[in-house]
């Protein structure tokens, strides 16, 4: 680079100084020439005027001066030109070179070395979620075994014991056995209702289980009512049904229990 700007340099001071050496040959010849010219009008004038000299110092002077006088305009023309082409050339150089200039390549990513046979952070952490999943779904599978054994058990009970019943009264017209059964299954769905929905009393589990025949309801979850209880003592709600089973000739609904109280031996 330093040779190709010292070249564009030489070049513009060559070019600087023969246009400067043109520029003043022609000013010597026309120098030349006009110098010729006056010493004809001299000898002109001598001969006319018969006068000796005729040739002023002040003409001799001025051309003496004028072809002593240095071009400087075109040497310094020549040096700006070869300062800007050399400028140009040395920014196209860079520009290239820098396009030429290779990028680094990216590198990979590095996975962290696993031992062999030991599992990564993040398979033992999938595996940790999956033994949760897995338990989870053992859990509800048994609870689903469990409300499945329980739902086939209780209803083939409310079958045997409360539906069939209902339907062999209402075949024969028994008034009686028709509104003790009525009332035992309006007191068995109320339990199983609210038993689902977890809002069961405790005297509604004492149902169910007389019902799944499992146990025999537990004193005290249940109040009785029988013959020798008051009538003070009997509550408003289920006095209405204690006066249509007396009017049917009914002796009570055995174990069922209503809101709370068992009717029987009335």
């Keep these: 680079m330093k040779r190709l700007f010292f070249l564009f340099l030489l070049t513009g001071l060559t070019t600087g100084w023969a246009q400067a050496q043109t520029d003043t040959n022609r000013a010597k010849d026309t120098n030349r020439v006009a110098d ?10 001598l001969a006319e005027d018969g006068e000796a000299g005729g040739i002023s110092d002040t003409a001799d002077d001025t051309g003496n001066n004028d072809s002593q006088r240095f071009p400087w305009l075109p040497v310094v023309l020549g040096l700006v030109a070869g300062a800007v082409i050399t400028a140009v050339v040395m920014r196209l150089s860079s520009g290239k070179a820098k396009a030429n200039t ?9 996975q962290p070395i696993r031992e062999e046979g030991r599992p990564s952070p993040q398979e033992q952490k999938l595996k940790r979620q999956l033994d949760n999943l897995t338990k989870e779904k053992e859990q509800l599978q048994q609870q689903l075994a469990s409300d499945r ?35 035992k299954i309006m007191s068995h769905y109320s339990s199983l209702t609210r038993y689902k929905i977890a809002k069961k009393q405790p005297y509604d589990e004492a149902n169910i289980q007389y019902l799944m025949s499992r146990k025999s309801p537990g004193e005290g979850l249940a109040t009785e009512i029988n013959k020798d209880t008051p009538v003070d003592k009997i509550p408003k709600h289920i006095k209405p049904l204690l006066d249509l089973l007396r009017e049917q000739g009914s002796g009570g609904l055995d174990e069922s229990i209503i809101s709370g109280y068992r009717i029987r031996n009335i």
Excluded: C, W
């Excluded at 290779?102 to 590095?110: C, I, K, V």
């Excluded at 209780?154 to 024969?172: N, S, T, W």
């Design 36 to 45: 010729s010219n006056i010493a004809t009008q001299q000898d002109t004038s």
């Design 149 to 183: 054994n329980f739902d086939n058990e209780y209803y083939g009970e409310a079958f045997r014991k409360l539906v069939a019943p209902m339907h062999d009264a209402m075949e024969r017209g028994a008034h009686r056995e028709i509104e003790e059964n009525l009332m």
């Design 102 to 110: 290779p990028r680094p390549e990216s590198q990979p990513e590095t």
